[in-house]
């Protein structure tokens, strides 16, 4: 059984920082490939940032590039979504998923790409 537990999530203000972990137990880490997804009340989940299991591959969607850093530590089974300049628009409960893959560097970026969800840590960001 594959466990996904985030965490991190917090109220801030406006361009303020968060930094999300995920800690993933139950298999070998290193065959996942990660995502970070969000859901605002009132909205559909959406892709935030997702990463190879290898780490060198990373991809971002386009209103947090530059604001919004997604990488791991594999010897830690830890994924991390480092957050800055923070706005009210990205408030949302965030999730973390793993994609099981055998190819170092696949990227995915559809929610039923995945195999399996985190329960979720709510970010709250005041204007």
């Known amino acids: 059984q594959v466990q996904l537990v985030e965490s991190g999530g917090g109220l801030v203000q406006t361009g303020y920082s968060l930094r999300l972990s995920c800690v993933v137990s139950?298999?070998?880490?290193?065959?996942?490939?990660m995502g970070w997804f969000r859901q605002a009340p009132g909205k559909e989940r959406e892709f935030v940032a997702a990463?190879?299991?290898?780490?060198?591959?990373?991809y971002h969607r386009d209103s947090v590039k530059g604001r919004f850093t997604i990488s791991r530590t594999n010897a830690k089974n830890t994924v991390y979504l480092q957050m800055n300049s923070l706005k009210p628009e990205d408030t949302a409960v965030y999730y973390c998923?793993?994609?099981?893959?055998?190819?170092?560097?696949?990227?995915?970026?559809?929610?039923?790409?995945?195999?399996?969800w985190g329960q979720g840590t709510q970010v709250t960001v005041s204007s």
């Open positions: 998923a793993a994609a099981q893959t055998y190819q170092r560097e696949t990227l995915y970026s559809r929610g039923y790409e995945y195999d399996y």
């Open positions: 139950g298999r070998t880490f290193s065959s996942y490939a």
């Open positions: 990463i190879s299991w290898s780490g060198d591959s990373t």
